[in-house]
């Protein structure tokens, strides 16, 4: 029991970072799931005309923030510049990079790299496009409320407006999910590649070593 690798902490450490950096990104998603689901708990619907308050907060606001956070601000600056497109997916990327850095700390498998690796690139892939699209769709089913592109139509849940949710659907577009796609295939055949290509390489230094045994 005393003589544990040392090596261990850290990748706990590394694991615990790694969860969170699969987390953040979801926060708005789960702050709407959080609203949505107290809401429920304290009587409100999704379709009743009075505000439905949370201490001095109105639901609809709280689930209107989420959406400007998740996807409102992008959208806005996307839809006006090429720019704005090469610096979402330019930080999608990044942020799948660090991902695989911290992955690699914190697992030493080759088979657990590669399977978390694959799974991160499909989170990545869908994550930040179809996540609030997909949050906002759920509640947008049971009530007052039919988003779309052109931002034509009002949505109201839990007696208020509710902004940011055409901007939401924006997010899922063809045109930006395609990209995302094809880029976080890529990200993942680079680490992929780079994962087996070390795990080779350790195999013949471990091999050309000489056995003194």
């Given at each position: 029991?005393?003589?544990?690798?040392?090596?261990?902490?850290?990748?706990?450490?590394?694991?615990?970072l790694l969860l969170a950096l699969v987390v953040i990104?979801?926060?708005?998603?789960?702050?709407?799931?959080?609203?949505?689901?107290?809401?429920?708990?304290?009587?409100?619907r999704l379709d009743q005309t009075e505000p439905c308050l949370i201490g001095s907060l109105a639901v609809s606001d709280i689930i209107s923030w989420a959406l400007q956070a998740g996807a409102?601000?992008?959208?806005?600056?996307?839809?006006?510049?090429?720019?704005w497109y090469?610096?979402?997916?330019?930080a999608v990327g990044i942020w799948l990079v660090t991902c695989y850095v911290v992955l690699i700390r914190g697992w030493s498998r080759v088979a657990s790299r590669l399977l978390l690796g694959f799974a991160l690139a499909f989170l990545f892939a869908l994550l930040p496009y179809?996540?609030?699209?997909?949050?906002?769709?759920?509640?947008?089913?049971k009530g007052f409320c039919e988003p779309n592109v052109g931002g034509t139509n009002v949505?109201?849940?839990?007696?208020?407006r509710v902004d940011g949710a055409d901007a939401a659907v924006l997010m899922g577009e063809p045109?930006?999910?395609?990209?995302?796609?094809?880029?976080a295939i890529g990200i993942f055949a680079v680490f992929?590649?780079?994962?087996?290509?070390?795990?080779?390489?350790?195999?013949?230094r471990a091999k050309s070593q000489p056995d003194y045994a």
């Open positions: 029991m005393a003589n544990r690798s040392p090596e261990r902490p850290h990748w706990h450490q590394a694991r615990l990104p979801l926060l708005p998603e789960i702050v709407i799931g959080m609203a949505a689901a107290l809401a429920g708990l304290m009587g409100c409102g601000f992008l959208v806005v600056r996307i839809r006006s510049s090429a720019f090469t610096g979402f997916y330019l179809d996540g609030p699209r997909f949050a906002i769709t759920n509640l947008a089913k949505c109201k849940m839990f007696g208020g045109i930006l999910h395609f990209g995302g796609i094809l880029l992929a590649t780079l994962v087996v290509v070390s795990a080779a390489a350790a195999r013949r």
